[in-house]
């Protein structure tokens, strides 16, 4: 079983910064994926980031060159930075992981991006 609970969401002005982590109550080591979801509202979920357990990044299309993941091992935490905010970037975000063949979810934090 993995707990996931992440934090760092809020309101933030169109163009501004936040920084969300996730705390992964096994060793984010063992882990084959970890990443970020976010839902809309009337949307459907989508991914944002991912690292593997290799340290293999993947981006959504929307976010390259705006959004970096990362990964504190010794803290079994994953981050995500979340630079140059758009409005479309609203949503709740989830963190995830891949354990075995199992998906876990956190459960969801806030993030308002005002215009």
């Known amino acids: 079983q993995v707990q996931l609970v992440e934090s760092g969401g809020g309101l933030v002005q169109a163009g501004g910064s936040l920084g969300l982590s996730c705390v992964s109550s096994?060793?984010?080591?063992?882990?084959?994926?970890m990443g970020w979801y976010r839902q809309a509202p009337g949307k459907q979920r989508e991914l944002v980031a991912a690292?593997?357990?290799?340290?293999?990044?993947n981006y959504g299309a929307s976010v390259k060159g705006r959004f970096t993941i990362s990964r504190d091992m010794a803290k079994n935490t994953v981050n995500l930075q979340m630079n140059s905010l758009k409005p479309e970037d609203t949503g709740v975000y989830y963190c995830?992981?891949?354990?075995?063949?199992?998906?876990?979810w956190g459960q969801g934090t806030q993030v308002t991006v005002s215009s």
């Open positions: 995830n992981a891949y354990w075995g063949l199992i998906a876990y």
């Open positions: 690292i593997t357990s290799g340290g293999s990044l």
């Open positions: 096994v060793s984010i080591a063992s882990i084959n994926v």
